[in-house]
């Protein structure tokens, strides 16, 4: 089996989907996955007006903008994909929703679809809120490995960076005191002082044990940020 479709769905985080995969295998015959065949055959044959739309235009358009230059050509790798792996597509219903759903493959789920005016999209919506839940995931990951390399920062330089100095002490040597006694560059780039939606983490002293937190996809304070505290 291929592994999921495109980068893109990697970027998409459908890998991470909340539905689970269903006991016992869904039809193969469904309008969703139909369409998605479809909608791959007209894009192989380089005759896109033949097939169903699939992605609506601002989508379609987000979609190459998050690939950068690989977004060059996106529609026939995707439909070539699609086609070598058409004989394990199958789809699920969303719990509770008889309009939304998920195009597996075998048991991995690859493709968020939605019913409108009787024809199935791909799910933005879905797909942003999968994408999501994956850099939550890795920003959590992330600031584990921060918290580590603030101990290390400690353990080699006495104390913990002051809020002022900021993580960017585990990247450059602070030139201004507190001075760590000794120092080890302990991140390889500034990149990782980012979280997963390219905003900066946030370090906090919190009773003297550092904090950092991530504020999410909205890049304020709110319920969906990402932080070590319990």
Same mark, same amino acid.
């Given at each position: 089996?291929?592994?999921?479709? /495109? %980068?893109?769905?990697?970027?998409?985080?459908?890998?991470? /989907?909340?539905?689970?995969? %269903?006991?016992?295998? %869904?039809?193969?015959?469904?309008?969703?996955?139909?369409?998605?065949?479809?909608?791959?055959?007209?894009?192989?044959?380089?005759?896109?007006?033949?097939?169903?739309?699939?992605?609506?235009?601002? $989508?379609?358009?987000?979609?190459?903008?998050?690939?950068?230059?690989?977004?060059?050509?996106?529609?026939?790798?995707?439909?070539?994909?699609?086609?070598?792996?058409?004989?394990?597509?199958?789809?699920?219903?969303?719990?509770?929703?008889?309009?939304?759903?998920?195009?597996?493959?075998?048991?991995? %789920?690859?493709?968020?679809?939605?019913?409108?005016?009787?024809?199935?999209?791909?799910?933005?919506?879905?797909?942003?809120?999968?994408?999501?839940?994956?850099?939550?995931?890795?920003?959590?990951?992330?600031?584990?490995?921060?918290?580590?390399?603030?101990?290390?920062?400690?353990?080699?330089?006495?104390?913990?960076?002051?809020?002022?100095?900021? /993580?960017?002490?585990?990247?450059?040597?602070?030139?201004?005191?507190?001075?760590?006694?000794?120092?080890?560059?302990?991140?390889?780039?500034?990149?990782?002082?980012?979280?997963?939606?390219?905003?900066?983490?946030?370090?906090?002293?919190? $009773?003297?044990?550092?904090?950092?937190?991530?504020?999410?996809?909205?890049?304020?304070?709110?319920?969906?940020?990402?932080?070590?505290?319990?």
């Amino acid at each position: 089996m291929n592994r999921i479709f /495109l %980068p893109a769905f990697l970027l998409f985080g459908t890998f991470l /989907l909340s539905a689970q995969t %269903p006991e016992s295998e %869904p039809p193969r015959s469904h309008p969703a996955v139909q369409t998605l065949i479809a909608w791959a055959e007209s894009q192989n044959k380089e005759e896109p007006e033949s097939g169903p739309k699939l992605f609506e235009p601002g $989508d379609l358009k987000k979609i190459k903008e998050e690939m950068g230059p690989g977004g060059e050509g996106f529609e026939k790798r995707l439909s070539q994909t699609i086609l070598a792996d058409r004989d394990n597509l199958t789809f699920r219903f969303h719990e509770n929703s008889k309009v939304s759903g998920t195009v597996f493959s075998k048991k991995q %789920p690859v493709f968020p679809m939605t019913l409108r005016e009787e024809q199935w999209w791909f799910d933005s919506i879905e797909a942003e809120k999968n994408l999501n839940r994956a850099k939550s995931t890795t920003a959590l990951a992330d600031i584990q490995a921060l918290i580590a390399a603030l101990n290390l920062y400690k353990t080699i330089g006495g104390r913990f960076p002051t809020e002022k100095q900021g /993580l960017k002490a585990l990247f450059e040597r602070p030139t201004e005191a507190p001075l760590p006694r000794r120092w080890t560059q302990s991140i390889a780039s500034l990149d990782g002082l980012k979280d997963p939606w390219g905003q900066p983490f946030q370090y906090q002293l919190v $009773d003297g044990k550092p904090v950092i937190s991530s504020l999410g996809p909205d890049g304020e304070v709110s319920e969906d940020d990402v932080s070590n505290t319990p």
